[in-house]
């Protein structure tokens, strides 16, 4: 059954094609910088060219990953991925990122911050069950709308993985930044509006795609730019690559400069430190007080 009882849009999500470094590590630290916008689960996915691992659990970044997990995690490339926690039900089927296996036998990884709006719908296109399961057994049904996208991007087994995201991703609606891997290259996918944001690093030796900014401080990594709204980036051997699938409308949640990300973080260009004073002082204006002393909620606006 589709796990509906709340949408979890806040997570964090990290990739990293760096060959030569220690990718799992990289990912660890990324993941812990975004632990703010999730605490349920944390997981990766490590590929070495010839296969994809995936390594998931419930709970915190630290709590699911150490030096022996990490040391089993070896490849150039890899994606992780921190779930927003709610009052409703915790499972370990919902951790992320997603794995499917294609028709040729390759794997695909998928990490999704968002939420998206016709699950349901995609769902039973796919034989997976509607909304009242009758299309399917209680074990064939999708777990999530990340366990969704998995699946049509493995039955797309004609298509390259980047062409069947570019076929796929107008089909959604919703939110969804995504990362997204195979054996050999990293994706970035931003729904045509942006809601969720992700943007672009450059490492000396490869490339990192994360929520925020400050994921991507604190590997070492030079921010780029941000994944365009309705854009797909691909990051091989050949460097870096970018698409559209649809055109942009730029819609950025309100609650990311509010409360979601990190001050420390840039989000279109902006400094969320700098909005969040400025929001305080278009509030003094409009709510005029008389108090003595006004005081902030700490890592809000």
């Known amino acids: ?30 993941l812990y910088a975004l632990q703010h916008r999730g605490q349920e689960s944390a997981g990766m996915a490590v590929a070495d060219g010839r296969g994809v691992l995936v390594f998931k659990e419930m709970g915190l970044v630290s709590q699911v990953f150490d030096e022996a997990a990490l040391a089993t995690l070896q490849g150039h490339l890899a994606i992780g991925h921190t779930r927003y926690s709610t009052t409703g039900g915790s499972r370990w089927e919902n951790a ?26 995609l769902a039973e296109s796919l034989g997976l069950g509607g909304p009242d399961g009758d299309a399917a057994s209680v074990d064939a049904r999708p777990s999530s709308d990340t366990d969704v996208m998995a699946e049509l991007l493995a039955r797309e087994a004609d298509l390259s993985l980047e062409e069947a995201i570019v076929r796929t991703m107008p089909r959604l609606e919703g939110a969804f930044s995504l990362v997204i891997m195979d054996e050999r290259t990293l994706y970035g996918v931003r729904d045509r509006h942006g809601v969720r944001p992700l943007c672009i690093g450059k490492l000396p030796g490869g490339w990192v795609i994360a929520s925020e ?28 690559r970018a698409r559209r699938f649809a055109p942009p409308d730029p819609r950025l949640c309100v609650f990311e400069h509010v409360y979601l990300a990190r001050a420390d973080s840039t989000l279109a260009g902006q400094s969320v430190h700098q909005v969040r004073r400025a929001l305080g002082a278009a509030l003094a204006v409009e709510a005029p007080v008389d108090a003595d002393l006004v005081i902030p909620v700490p890592d809000t606006a």
């Open 1 to 30: 059954m589709l796990d509906a009882d709340h949408p979890r849009e806040a997570c964090g999500v990290f990739g990293v094609w760096a060959p030569g470094e220690q990718v799992a590590n990289l990912v660890f630290y990324g």
């Open 96 to 121: 992320q990122p997603a794995f499917k296996t294609n028709a040729a036998g390759g794997g695909i990884a998928l990490a999704h911050n968002g939420n998206l709006t016709n699950t349901a719908v």
């Open 213 to 240: 900014t400050a994921a991507l401080d604190i590997v070492g990594a030079t921010l780029v730019r941000e994944v365009e709204p309705g854009e797909v980036v691909a990051i091989d051997s050949h460097g870096l």
